[in-house]
């Protein structure tokens, strides 16, 4: 199957790159010389992105995709390399958060310390606002931003 073209911006530029849509996930290649394949927007996609690596590679090869390299992310919290690939450790900064409520009163008054329960809920408001703003909406339920 031939690979459509989707623009994406990459580092101040927009670059058309391959795509091909493979078990409901968009793959893309990029690069010149190596060209790598990873899911589009994989940073965003809620639980696993992948269910089965192999599966998924032996369907990237038959589509007319061309990658040297597939990439793949393996989600907070599991620490624990799950798969028998080459592993490469990625800093992240997270903290865990059910709710935007016990973000405010219990996370950040950690960090603020002595700061009134005023100053707090002024914060928590301006957060509010911000995530009314965002083309994105926050779920309280869940604790994240969803498209």
Same mark, same amino acid.
């Given at each position: 199957m031939k690979p459509e073209y989707i623009e994406i911006r990459a580092q101040g530029r927009?670059?058309? $790159?391959?795509?091909?849509v493979i078990n409901g996930r968009r793959v893309i290649s990029r690069g010149k010389w190596l060209k790598v394949a990873a899911v589009q927007d994989e940073d965003f996609i809620e639980g696993e992105v992948i269910q089965d690596p192999a599966d998924f590679v032996a369907k990237l090869k038959a589509?007319?995709?061309s990658a040297d390299i597939f990439t793949? $992310?393996?989600?907070?919290p599991?620490?624990?390399p799950k798969y028998q690939y080459r592993l490469e450790w990625d800093n992240v900064a997270?903290?865990?958060t059910t709710t935007c409520e016990e973000w405010s009163k219990q996370r950040l008054s950690q960090r603020l310390g002595a700061v009134s329960e005023r100053t707090i809920e002024s914060v928590e408001d301006q957060i509010k606002i911000v995530l009314d703003l965002h083309p994105w909406s926050f779920s309280a339920d869940r604790g994240h931003l969803t498209p």
């Open positions: 927009t670059l058309r $790159v391959p795509s091909s589509e007319e995709i793949f $992310v393996q989600k907070l599991d620490t624990t997270a903290i865990p």
